[in-house]
């Protein structure tokens, strides 16, 4: 790494916090006191359904959805649950990353 590149500021903001929020159904990522990500679910007997992940304007492009994504899967995963995913950033993350979220994931429409 370059002087210059040390120098650059990083467009990830490390002031964040993450929730469940069962009575909107959805996983929360904040930044600083800003709602930057949501990923909405269905709780489901034995699985959550991961349906959408939505980056709210002027939170793209910083790696949010994805901090938001790992901390979803891994409430999953911890709750005992299988997951569902039916979004397609969901699905792709798991793909991209089979361990160790492939071992409790069912496709749609498998379960």
């Known amino acids: 790494m370059s002087v210059n590149e040390a120098l650059e500021p990083d467009p990830f903001d490390a002031n ?16 600083g006191d800003d709602l930057a990500v949501i990923i909405t679910f ?3 007997p034995g699985h959550i359904d991961l349906e959408h992940t939505i980056g709210q304007p002027g939170f793209e492009g910083r790696g949010l959805a994805k901090v938001l994504v790992r901390y979803a899967l891994d409430d999953v995963v911890a709750s005992g649950k299988r997951i569902i995913p039916h979004c397609p950033y969901v699905a792709r993350f798991i793909a991209n990353h089979p361990e160790p979220y492939g071992q409790y994931t069912d496709q749609p429409g498998d379960q």
Do not use: C, F, P, T
């Not at 909107?24 to 930044?31: P, Q, V």
């Open 16 to 31: 964040v916090r993450m929730s469940r929020n069962d009575a909107r159904h959805r996983y929360e990522l904040y930044a």
């Open 42 to 44: 269905k709780d489901l």
